[in-house]
C-alpha cells in the first residue's frame, strides 16, 4: 500500500462525510414532493405550487419570504422554478430552507433540505472498511454493440420500477474472481450499482462506485475502495435506482463505505 494511494482515499473518505453532512447535503433533504397539474399546498411550505411542461410554478405573496436564486427579493406573485434537468435550473429558498426543483423521468417534483433535519443532527460519519490496495484492479470496458445506452428497468428506494440508463460493461478480476458489472457513462467516466454477500449485513443494502474516463482501449481502475452508501442511505426521499442484474456479486467486498453511523 502506498501513502499516496492510502491518504488520497482518507482525503476522499472526509470530504464524503463533510459533503452529506453539509448545511444543504444529503442528510438535510426532509422531503420530496411530487407535482400535479393542479395548484396544491405543500406542508411546512407556503404559497401553492404546481407542474406544467416548463417546470415547477409557485404562486406566493411577498410576505411569505420565498425568494429564487438570481432573483432580486421575494416572490411576489407567479414564478417558474426550471427543475434539475434543465441547464439553466432554478433553486429556491425559505429562510434556512433550500428548495430544488428536480424532473425524473418526466415527473416534476420540489426537493426541500432542512439543515435542521434530524438526520443531519444525529449523523457520527460513515463507517468503512480500512484501505486494501488489493481492492483496485484493472478493469476493462466494453460499450454495448450499438454504442447507445440501453434503458433497463430496475426497482428505486421509492417502491417504483424506473428505468436505468446503461451503456456497457466492466471485465475485471478481484480477489480472484473473474467478474463483470453493468455501467453507465457518468460524465467523463462511469459509474455502476453494486451488491455482494456485504451488502444487508456489514454494509448497506447496495452500494455505488464511480470509475475513471476508460481510455482508447478501455482500460480503467475499479477501485472498490471507494464504493460509497447510496444517496438514500442518509435520507428516505432520495429515489435510487437498485443494482441491474448481474450487478450483484457472490462474494464479499469487505471494501469501502459499510454504513451511515448515528449518536
Known amino acids: 500500500m502506498t501513502a499516496t494511494a492510502a491518504e488520497d482515499w482518507k482525503h476522499w473518505s472526509d470530504n464524503r462525510a463533510a459533503s452529506v453532512s453539509a448545511p444543504h447535503g444529503q442528510l438535510a433533504l426532509t422531503g420530496t414532493h411530487w407535482m400535479e397539474p393542479e395548484p396544491v399546498e405543500i406542508p411546512g411550505l407556503p404559497g401553492r ?65 432542512d439543515p435542521a433535519s434530524p438526520r443531519r443532527a444525529s449523523f457520527a460519519g460513515i463507517s468503512a472498511y480500512p484501505y486494501s490496495p488489493e481492492w483496485a484492479v484493472p478493469a476493462v470496458f466494453t460499450p454495448f454493440e450499438d454504442g447507445d445506452a440501453q434503458s433497463v428497468v430496475v ?87 437498485f443494482p441491474p442484474p448481474g450487478n450483484r456479486l457472490d462474494f464479499a467486498v469487505e471494501a469501502g463505505e459499510k454504513q451511515v453511523l448515528t449518536r
Do not use: M, Q
Not at 424532473?103 to 426541500?112: H, I
Not at 424506473?162 to 467523463?188: D, M
Open 155 to 241: 426497482p428505486s428506494a421509492d417502491g417504483k420500477d424506473r428505468p436505468l440508463a446503461v451503456t456497457g460493461e466492466i471485465a475485471f478480476t478481484v480477489a480472484g474472481e473473474h467478474r463483470t458489472l453493468t455501467v453507465s457513462r457518468a460524465g467523463n467516466g462511469l459509474s455502476g450499482v453494486i451488491a455482494d454477500a456485504t451488502s444487508g449485513i456489514d454494509t448497506y443494502r447496495f452500494r455505488f462506485i464511480n470509475l475513471p474516463a476508460p481510455d482508447a482501449d478501455g482500460r480503467t481502475v475499479l477501485d472498490l475502495n471507494r464504493a460509497y452508501l447510496p444517496p438514500c442511505a442518509f435520507a428516505d426521499h432520495f429515489i435510487c435506482p
Open 49 to 113: 405550487w404546481w407542474a406544467d411542461a416548463e417546470g415547477v410554478r409557485v404562486r406566493a405573496a411577498a410576505a411569505d419570504g420565498i425568494t429564487v436564486r438570481g432573483v432580486a427579493g421575494p416572490v411576489d406573485g407567479e414564478v417558474l422554478l426550471r427543475p434539475d434537468t434543465d441547464p439553466a435550473a432554478d433553486t429556491a429558498t425559505l429562510g434556512d430552507l433550500l428548495l430544488v426543483p428536480i424532473e425524473r423521468e418526466g415527473e416534476l417534483a420540489l426537493r426541500v433540505f
